[in-house]
């Protein structure tokens, strides 16, 4: 027979007056949460770089954003991992990571590949269907940045919270 812990009992049974917040809010995906009570959240995922893995990236970045309380960065969010995953996928090499961090203050977005190419922002016409993303992040965050590695990149850039 197996062995089951107090504590285990005691959450699998928590009411859900228990499980709300301090507030009365109850933390699940889609409620808004104080920042006070919000803390500091992150989240990681890896996957190959393919084109595809945009798409799963902007629905890592929307589920976490829901799951913490903050769905109303989504769209914003998910612009920027839009453009610094295409940015990797097509200019990196090798594995790409996300970091999401939720604070306070900001959401911190990082996108890391195994290139060694360093992202320059340009200017494109009227006619480029592409060239715009690093203008487009520019135009959303107050700030971007680019850490070189030993063995590649990571760019990083802050949607404010204010």
Not at 12 to 38: F, V, W
Not at 65 to 82: I, P
Not at 107 to 130: K, M, T
């Amino acid at each position: 027979m197996p062995v089951t812990s107090s504590a285990h009992l005691y959450n699998a049974r928590q009411t859900d007056q228990q499980r709300a917040a301090p507030g009365g809010a109850r933390q699940r995906p889609g409620r808004t949460l104080e920042a006070a009570d919000r803390g500091a959240w992150s989240v990681t995922a890896t996957f190959p770089p393919q084109p595809r893995n945009v798409g799963r990236a902007r629905l890592l970045t929307s589920t976490a954003l829901a799951a913490w309380g903050a769905a109303d960065l989504v769209d914003s969010a998910q612009l920027l991992v839009s453009e610094l995953v295409t940015n990797a996928v097509r200019y990196g090499r090798g594995a790409i990571s996300i970091t999401l961090a939720l604070t306070d203050a900001a959401l911190q977005i990082s996108v890391a590949d195994f290139g060694r190419e360093l992202p320059q922002a340009r200017e494109a016409g009227e006619e480029d269907s592409s060239g715009r993303g690093l203008a487009i992040v520019t135009m959303l965050c107050e700030e971007w940045t680019v850490t070189t590695r030993l063995t590649g990149k990571t760019v990083s850039c802050w949607l404010d919270l204010s």
